[in-house]
């Protein structure tokens, strides 16, 4: 729900972007993050945890997301990669903190005090950012949240619905490697290992995004680099069948980390590079954002489903079905971004895009 928020609320915090209220959304978000996080360390049900965490929080990163993004995006031309890779560290960065954060306060402190102090940890962030981000793109009449001339780009529409097709399949691992590691461990034993392999996927993808942003910049070009990393995405997550030990577990997150880092970075980089004129970019890459949205709404809940249906299987043979079902999402992405890709350039192989 937290991503789904994040990425719906992006039709509308783009359009207030490209009409000049930028402060406004960075002010709006903050309060309502802060607020999400120090009233989960308040919850004590599950509906509360869900308004929280769940809604408050998505929403607040809906506000930032899009706008942060394009902001950042409309300062480069040459090595825009780089820089959105960069920036996107940051969740990588944090996906190695915080639960390092939580692993040393939850067992001495408790859950409601360590909650706390990520969202001290958080306003401290939130203030560098609204001192150092400073839009650039010149304000213009709003025009309502759609854009309709997107929809006669019909290559531009095949990338938005093969990301479609990845992201349902691309958060998987992230929300249930932990579950699977733990089938992996022997029964009764007492491990960090579920949690550190999550740390090393985020670790992973700090140089998934350099990397790929770097070589998207000086070689390949965003579109040439996003295809094949959907399609390593597939293979990866078809091998995740076959891990049958802890050091399978590791080796396995280590490569989907760095591969599900790089296509988060290219995504956004690749969809920004075809928006033209620049003070169009808000209300477009908001409406890409809302329409892949409801893939992350319904991924997770999809593959659970299916592990649910599994659920007599003997050991790690429970999350066949999901396995299959990711993998062959990202396979179906892949071909549909390569179409689109082919569309674009009129069937050229060698060019940079």
């Known amino acids: 729900m937290q991503l789904f928020c994040l990425f719906f609320v992006g039709t509308f915090s783009g359009v207030a972007l490209d009409v000049g209220h930028f402060r406004g959304l960075m002010t709006i978000g903050a309060t309502l993050l802060l607020l999400g996080v120090f009233m989960t360390s308040l919850a004590t049900t599950y509906n509360q945890v869900f308004l929280a965490h769940g809604i408050c929080v998505g929403l607040a990163n809906g506000c930032l997301f899009v706008p942060t993004l394009a902001v950042v995006t409309s300062y480069f031309t040459t090595r825009r990669g780089i820089a959105i890779g960069l920036m996107a560290c940051g969740s990588a960065t944090g996906g190695i903190l915080f639960p390092a954060i939580i692993l040393k306060s939850l067992p001495q402190l408790g859950l409601p005090v360590t909650i706390r102090i990520l969202g001290c940890v958080v306003a401290f962030l939130l203030c560098i950012a609204s001192c150092l981000v400073r839009p650039r793109i010149t304000p213009r009449k ?23 097709f990845l992201f349902l399949a691309l958060m998987t691992p992230f929300y249930y490697i932990s579950t699977y590691a733990s089938l992996l461990l022997p029964p009764g034993t007492a491990s960090s290992t579920p949690t550190t ?28 680099s996003l295809i094949p990393f959907a399609f ?33 970075t290219l995504f956004p980089y690749t969809m920004n590079s075809q928006i033209t004129p620049l003070n169009r970019l808000g209300v477009v890459s908001g409406m890409v954002c809302s329409f892949v949205s409801f893939a992350f709404l319904f991924g997770a809940p999809i593959s659970g489903a299916l592990l649910q249906s599994n659920a007599g299987k003997p050991g790690t043979e429970t999350f066949l079905s999901a396995q ?17 890709r082919m569309m674009m350039v009129k069937g050229k192989l060698i060019i940079w895009i």
């Open 142 to 164: 709003a025009r309502g949240f759609i854009d309709k001339t997107v929809f006669r780009d019909y290559p531009f529409c095949l990338f938005a619905l093969g990301m479609f």
């Open 324 to 340: 299959i079902f990711s993998g062959c999402m990202a396979l179906v992405s892949g071909v549909l971004l390569t179409i689109a």
């Open 232 to 264: 390593f995405a597939s293979i990866i997550l078809f091998g995740w069948i076959g891990v049958k030990s802890v050091a399978g577990a590791y080796v396995f997150a280590g490569f989907y980390g760095y591969t599900a880092a790089a296509i988060l």
């Open 197 to 224: 392999l999550i740390m090393v996927m985020n670790a992973t993808g700090i140089p998934g995004r350099l990397v790929s942003a770097r070589v998207a910049d000086k070689i390949t070009g965003p579109f040439n």
